[in-house]
């Protein structure tokens, strides 16, 4: 039986990837691909349409294997706008059983001051514009991590994942 799929987006530095780990180590057996991860596999990341395209599929391919074997996997990326999201599940069709969205959000100067202090900060100017072009999905669990610390957060989802949460817009 094919796996669950749980898709974390929001802007860069929103807090998705904290809390999406918080909620791996919850559930036994989970899968957690970060799309940052597989950007940071790119020798000279330009953050460009075509290197996230070929970032986000090799992403699904990832997702695809792990739901085939069961799995509960969390997709943890921007995931920006509608087209991406559907793009996403389409490539994935067949391979899950259910999928939920988890929408972390933030203010931009909470999200700005916790990407400075990563090792792979992305430029300012390019959170900028995805805080500015944000399509926030229309059906998703949301949390404001300006307002709730990670573990609080990550128990809501893991919690959350027992009931039946929302479905895709």
């Known amino acids: 039986m094919p796996g669950r799929l749980l898709v ?20 036994p057996g989970a899968v957690h691909i ?8 790119i020798a000279e990341p330009t953050f460009s349409l075509d290197e996230s395209e070929l970032v986000y599929l090799a992403s699904a391919a990832a997702a695809s294997e792990a739901l085939d074997r ?24 067949g391979h899950y059983s ?35 072009s944000f399509e926030p999905p229309s059906k ?7 307002t709730t610390e990670p573990e609080v957060a990550a128990e809501a989802v893991a919690r959350a994942l027992s009931y039946p949460l929302l479905p895709p817009e």
């Open 70 to 93: 069961g799995r509960l996997v969390i997709l943890d990326g921007t995931f920006g706008s509608r087209r991406r999201r559907e793009t996403t599940l389409s490539v994935l069709e």
């Open 34 to 41: 970060q799309t940052d991860a597989v950007r940071g596999m």
């Open 8 to 27: 974390f987006c929001g802007i860069p530095g929103s807090g998705k990837t904290t809390i999406a780990r918080l909620v791996a180590k919850k559930v």
């Open 98 to 132: 259910s999928v939920y969205f988890v929408h972390v959000e933030c203010d931009l100067e909470t999200a700005l001051r916790r990407n400075s202090a990563r090792l792979a900060a992305i430029p300012r100017d390019k959170v900028r514009s995805i805080f500015s």
């Open 140 to 146: 998703a669990l949301t949390v404001d991590s300006s």
